[in-house]
């Protein structure tokens, strides 16, 4: 069997900041209170315009990753592509970035699994890889939040986190078995479905109903219980990091650089402090970008690797928490 590693990073995200204070213009907010609450400060946001849309970031990404792992668009077997945020309600992303990239006629597939959307697309790119049926598989989280946010005060709670942004990776095949991806772990629990949620448009609800309705009917924004979110993800964070940890025979003590999903700085720390790891063994960037949901992970760790926070041998361990529930892990020797 063989093993699979990250050959090529990268990351778009759009030019357009949107500070604490401007949402202030917008929403009875301020810096202060987003804060203390989230621990962002800015985030992009896709302007009025703009050809940008999850499939057109990821494309941007993809880009940079395939040059990067030393590859052409030719050299790509299968697409993987992670987005709860898709340009249509269907077909999915994934075939819109073979069309992008002018690629062959390479099969393509698309992960709903919101913020644990690339642990789960990078664990489903792994099994192709790991079975032989590919060589190089694209895997790409993208978002486009910002066109879909109540940015009243009425939805402050959530429209405040969420931003725009892309990540994509290449992953190929090695016969290094110490060297990639060691393993991946993925749980769900849908009875807490509601607790962070869009409902609408869906089959049920079609979107003539929403129109009618649009003034008062809110089911098309996203909800979350804040409260009840947090305290499940700091429990499963920790849980589905242990878990993989100990597959692999390894210890926290072991572990290089954790980057969680950046969905709240807090949920981060508080994670931290339960795993005792250091501020060098963690990686951050929710400040500047706020929560990309499928994207955070993927732009946070090709961050980090671009500041030389990522060397040959470092054990990096990727976590997420989101809507579903779901919630996964991916430990990697880099």
Not at 39 to 51: A, D, L, N, Q, T
Not at 187 to 205: D, F, N, R
Not at 270 to 279: A, P
Request: aromatic share 10%.
């Amino acid at each position: 069997m063989y093993n699979s590693k990250i050959t090529g990073l990268g990351f778009y995200v759009p030019d357009n900041i949107v500070t604490n204070e401007d949402l202030t213009k917008m929403m009875d907010t301020s810096d202060e209170w987003i804060q203390e609450r989230t621990g962002i400060k800015e985030r992009r946001w896709i302007p009025e315009g703009s050809e940008d849309t999850s499939a057109v970031m990821g494309a941007k990404a993809a880009r940079i990753a395939i040059e990067r792992a030393g590859l052409t668009k030719d050299d790509i077997d299968f697409i993987v592509f992670a987005t709860l945020s898709p340009d249509y309600y269907f077909p999915g992303c994934g075939v819109m970035i073979q069309d992008l990239l002018e690629m062959p006629t390479v099969g393509a597939i698309d992960i709903r699994n919101q913020c644990s959307g690339f642990v789960y697309a990078l664990s489903t790119a792994d099994q192709f890889i790991k079975t032989g049926m590919y060589k190089n598989v694209l895997v790409i989280g993208s978002e486009y939040h910002s066109n879909g946010l109540d940015k009243t005060t009425r939805g402050r709670g959530v429209s405040v986190i969420f931003g725009d942004g892309a990540g994509a990776c290449v992953l190929s095949r090695t016969e290094d078995n110490n060297k990639g991806i060691l393993s991946s772990h993925l749980h769900s629990e849908g009875k807490y479905a509601e607790k962070l949620t869009v409902l609408s448009p869906s089959i049920k609800k079609w979107v003539p109903e929403i129109f009618k309705n649009i003034d008062t009917d809110v089911s098309y924004f996203p909800y979350m219980d804040g409260t009840f979110v947090f305290k499940h993800a700091i429990v499963r964070f920790t849980e589905v990091i242990h878990e993989g940890l100990k597959a692999n025979n390894l210890t926290t003590d072991d572990l290089d650089l954790f980057i969680p999903h950046q969905a709240n700085l807090r949920i981060s720390q508080f994670v931290q402090h339960k795993l005792k790891l250091s501020d060098d063994q963690i990686y951050n960037n929710i400040m500047s970008y706020g929560n990309t949901t499928a994207a955070s992970i993927i732009i946070a760790l090709t961050e980090a690797w671009e500041k030389g926070k990522i060397k040959d041998d470092d054990l990096v361990v990727l976590a997420a928490f989101g809507s579903g529930f779901t919630w996964g892990s991916v430990i990697i020797r880099w």
